[in-house]
């Protein structure tokens, strides 16, 4: 009887207008995110602080993340759709208001973590409501749309942020961003269906904690090398904590009858493959959307709308590219996309570990641009194919895994990237007679950010290798 009412129930279920609402949530949380990217280096100058710690607006958003995503398989199990979406467009729309307010960087930092909250609610959500409601066949094709979407936030987020900081102030970036989360709270009112099975697994506080302390540890960890340096006691404390609580976290849930999240997912190969090819993307991606526009602006001396302008054809191929890529994984599989987009990716970060002050404007976009549809053909179909090989009941702990290797993988890159070019700015520097001579310490930035571009081309050459392993995993 219970099977019946659940049958009946999926078959009214609206997928269109779901979509929708959460390409809407997710589109706004993205542009907000990527469009202080470009205000950073406005920041640094505004709020007296150093490249190191202006990271943790990026990085302290992410720590949230990969502290709060890994519970998310949890709450989708207790709280129906309505009720987390509406819990997260309430963590957004409040952090957001904070960081309009904003009078000093601290304020804005704990702005931006009220935020992550609502992020890390909308992600996992999205991701596992578009499992749940779209069969195996269309979900490249709808993740491809979803790709386009949420694409297109990261392509005009620097060019608006740009104009607004050029001629009102980086402000402006929460207000617009404001409105539009409200809208979407509207749409999600009228539209937003409860369409996942409320089983309420026995909460288990041990694995919360020991998962918080892990992937916390971790994030926090690689966060602080950049001030701290990689051998301090805080960054190898943190790290030694977090993966020792990682691994207790990881025995803990093999041990358990339910576990908060069943580790059993990475027991399905193309789940695991997918895992790794997301990780080493998402490392990729965020790395070089906070390098490219510190040195087009601080190296090449480009205005912030100017560098936006640079940076959005890129962005809009990648969101071009998504939906054809969707209908191409739908069709043949990922192999002959996830392949080809590592050896793009590859050939054009070691072709940005060569870029200079002389570069040109439009090799900088033809190479952002080839970076970005290299992203496209990998990011999507390895997602897509990794959680189709999962069975229904897994796919909140495989969603709530990925998203989280996801964030923290963000991380990782943004802050590995941030302390490579710290590093090898005070390494040249120390080279140079006058290191306060303005053409040396363009000098310096240039050769950070070249060492960092090689950096992620050794990323994308492990991608490469984990690429030949992947085959379809479609359900015939």
Do not use: C
């Given at each position: ?106 304020v804005l930092l704990v702005a931006r973590v009220i935020q992550a909250i609502g992020t ?84 288990d506080v041990l694995s919360i904690i020991l998962s918080t302390i892990g992937f916390g ?260």
């Amino acid at each position: 009887m219970v099977t019946s009412n659940v049958q009946q129930e999926k078959q009214v279920i609206k997928t269109t207008p779901i979509l929708i609402t959460f390409l809407m949530a997710g589109f706004i949380g993205l542009f907000s995110e990527t469009a202080l990217n470009m205000a950073l280096g406005d920041l640094i100058r505004i709020f007296q602080v150093s490249p190191s710690a202006i990271q943790w607006l990026t990085t302290g958003y992410l720590l949230t993340l990969g502290v709060l995503v890994p519970v998310s398989g949890l709450l989708i199990q207790w709280f129906s759709t309505r009720h987390l979406f509406f819990a997260s467009m309430f963590f957004s729309i409040i952090g957001t208001l904070v960081a309009a307010l904003a009078p000093s960087f601290e304020v804005l930092l704990v702005a931006r973590v009220i935020q992550a909250i609502g992020t890390g609610l909308m992600l996992p959500l999205m991701f596992n409501t578009i499992l749940v409601i779209f069969p195996v066949h269309k979900r490249g094709t709808i993740m491809g749309l979803m790709g386009l979407v949420i694409m297109f936030a990261p392509a005009i987020g620097p060019t608006i942020s740009g104009l607004l900081i050029e001629y009102l102030s980086w402000h402006w970036i929460f207000w617009i961003s404001l409105a539009l989360f409200i809208i979407a709270l509207l749409f999600g009112i009228v539209y937003m269906q409860n369409v996942s099975d409320i089983t309420k697994p026995k909460i288990d506080v041990l694995s919360i904690i020991l998962s918080t302390i892990g992937f916390g540890g971790i994030v926090y960890g690689f966060s602080s090398a950049g001030e701290n340096g990689w051998g301090s006691a805080i960054v190898v404390s943190a790290l030694l904590i977090g993966l020792i609580a990682l691994a207790l976290f990881s025995l803990r849930q093999f041990k358990m009858p339910r576990p908060m999240i069943d580790l059993r997912v990475l027991g399905y190969p193309m789940f695991t493959l997918g895992l790794l090819t997301v990780f080493i993307t998402f490392m990729i991606i965020l790395s070089s959307m906070i390098l490219l526009p510190l040195y087009l602006q601080t190296g090449m001396a480009i205005a912030a709308f100017t560098a936006g302008l640079i940076l959005l054809p890129g962005g809009l191929l990648n969101g071009i590219m998504s939906p054809i890529t969707g209908r191409i994984f739908d069709k043949y599989g990922p192999r002959g996309l996830v392949l080809p987009g590592f050896v793009l990716m590859a050939v054009m970060l070691w072709m940005l570990s060569t870029i200079t002050a002389e570069t040109s404007i439009v090799m900088v976009i033809v190479m952002h641009s080839i970076l970005m549809i290299g992203v496209s053909m990998t990011m999507m179909p390895a997602q897509t194919n990794g959680l189709n090989q999962l069975p229904r009941e897994l796919y909140p702990d495989g969603t709530a895994l990925m998203n989280t290797l996801q964030q923290v993988s963000g991380a990782i890159g943004t802050a590995v990237a941030i302390t490579i070019m710290s590093v090898s700015q005070e390494a040249y520097l120390k080279g140079v007679t006058n290191p306060t001579d303005p053409s040396n310490i363009v000098a310096s930035l240039t050769a950070g950010v070249q060492d960092s571009f090689i950096f992620g081309f050794i990323l994308a050459i492990a991608g490469l290798i984990v690429s030949l392993f992947i085959k379809s995993s479609r359900v015939k």
